[in-house]
């Protein structure tokens, strides 16, 4: 009861600019899980708001990734922008891809977590680095609407859940909950998208 009592007073303590950055990143999620490229607009907007949140919490490496995360948005924005909606596909990378992937994130974040625990005083510094590396990679995966990106968020948004509550973030903690809960849902919705497409192209060729 102590601990939910906790999470409570922290929600009721929570900022104006907080709860800003929750609601708009929440629009970002759903838009980006529809393929609507307006998606990329609240992320700019979000992403502007947690660079400020996450360096005053002493999280460092994600206050950079924020910085990462606006520039991905506009990067994002340009390139959907140019294709019609119909013909933004999806696609999906071969096992290897995802091997190297792991095993290159991997060590740059044991690597990076350790720089943080030597020259800052970064709080869950290699938490936050697998949280951090791991994501650089997904969120370029969105742009390039790679399937598995979504299984890549529901492991990221599980692991920030503990980072921002154990800052005192407690809104936050809640918000990549129902991320966590979002990006289980697009998945399967773009999994399907993504069979349908299949189908189209057989039929095509047929």
């Known amino acids: ?97 995802h091997l190297i992937n792991i095993l290159i994130s991997s060590a740059v974040t044991v690597l990076l977590g350790y720089i943080m625990v030597v020259f800052t005083d970064q709080k869950n510094p290699y938490l936050d680095s697998f949280s951090t590396v791991f994501s650089l990679v997904a969120t370029f995966m969105v742009t390039q609407r790679v399937l598995e990106n979504w299984i890549y968020w529901i492991i990221i948004d599980t692991t920030l859940i503990f980072l921002y509550s154990s800052r005192g973030l407690h809104l936050t903690g809640f918000h990549y909950l129902i991320y966590t809960i979002i990006a289980i849902f697009a998945f399967f919705s773009w999994y399907k998208l993504y069979k349908a497409q299949k189908i189209e192209n057989h039929i095509h060729r047929a």
Request: aromatic share 20%; glycine share 8%.
């Open 1 to 97: 009861m102590e601990i939910i009592d906790e999470i409570i007073q922290g929600l009721i303590d929570t900022s104006l600019l907080e709860w800003a950055g929750v609601i708009i990143g929440t629009f970002y999620l759903i838009l980006i899980a529809r393929k609507n490229r307006f998606g990329w607009f609240f992320a700019m907007i979000s992403t502007s708001i947690y660079i400020y949140l996450c360096y005053q919490a002493g999280l460092y490496i994600e206050s950079g990734l924020q910085v990462f995360y606006f520039v991905i948005a506009i990067y994002g924005w340009l390139s959907w922008n140019k294709i019609p909606s119909e013909e933004r596909l999806i696609i999906r990378w071969p096992l290897k891809y």
